[in-house]
């Protein structure tokens, strides 16, 4: 599923393994201690190898971490990208510690880091709908209006948006957001079956 805006940019849904998919900057879902962990995260070194965490470790050094709802950026080590942005999402408290501008400042975050560093494509995971338990649609309709907004403003420089999710649910709640959030506006590519389109 994507979304082509009119200055040329494109928002994409797809489901699959965001340390796979070739962008200029892949977008981590990291913890404040920026330590590695499970998930997306422990994917991301894994695929990348102990380069990235090294230079953690002195990020970690200079600033002690990174606060909830921001990001740092690393080289990529062996990911097929120049970059990792790693995005400390906030944990689910019920929806009343200020979750979704915490969300909201991640992706706006690493969309603000992109342009800095002339990237063009950047992929995203869902972030904190795993182990940080942000109920996925309300993460979802969060994440596709902040990312939505950057890429339809002609300044921005950014072209492509993906969103690589998952699983299947995940994908689904990304898919209805959307549709609820652009309505008919969403396009879907020729040759993209039921299944994932
Ligand atoms: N590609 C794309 N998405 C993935 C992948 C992958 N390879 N692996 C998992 N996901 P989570 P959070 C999905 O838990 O909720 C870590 O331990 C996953 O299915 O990775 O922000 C960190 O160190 C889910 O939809 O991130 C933190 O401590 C989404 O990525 C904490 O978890 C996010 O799930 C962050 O929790």
């Known amino acids: 599923m994507e979304r082509r805006f009119p200055n040329g940019s494109v928002l994409r849904l ?53 606060p909830t709802g921001s990001a740092v950026a690393t080289t990529a080590g062996r990911l097929p990208a120049r970059y990792v942005f790693h995005a400390v999402g906030p944990i689910w408290r019920g929806g009343t510690h200020n979750e979704a501008e915490l969300l909201a400042s991640c992706y706006r975050t690493c969309l603000q880091m992109a342009e800095e560093r002339g990237v063009q494509v950047i992929t995203f995971p869902s972030i904190s709908t795993g182990a940080y338990g942000y109920p996925v649609r309300e993460a979802a309709a969060v994440a596709l209006r902040i ?11 950014v072209r492509e948006a993906v969103f690589v999710l998952f699983d299947e649910a995940t994908y689904r709640a990304y898919a209805e957001a959307a549709e609820k959030e652009f309505g008919g506006g969403l396009d879907r590519p020729a040759g993209v079956g039921s299944r994932t389109g």
Do not use: F, Q, Y
């Open 14 to 66: 797809m489901i699959g393994d965001i340390t796979k998919v070739p962008a200029d900057a892949i977008v981590n879902a990291a913890n404040s201690a920026l330590r590695g962990g499970g998930g997306v995260d422990g994917a991301i070194h894994r695929a990348g190898g102990p380069e990235i965490m090294k230079e953690l470790d002195v990020i970690r050094e200079r600033t002690g971490g990174c």
């Open 147 to 157: 990312v939505r907004d950057w890429l339809a403003r002609p300044e921005n420089k």
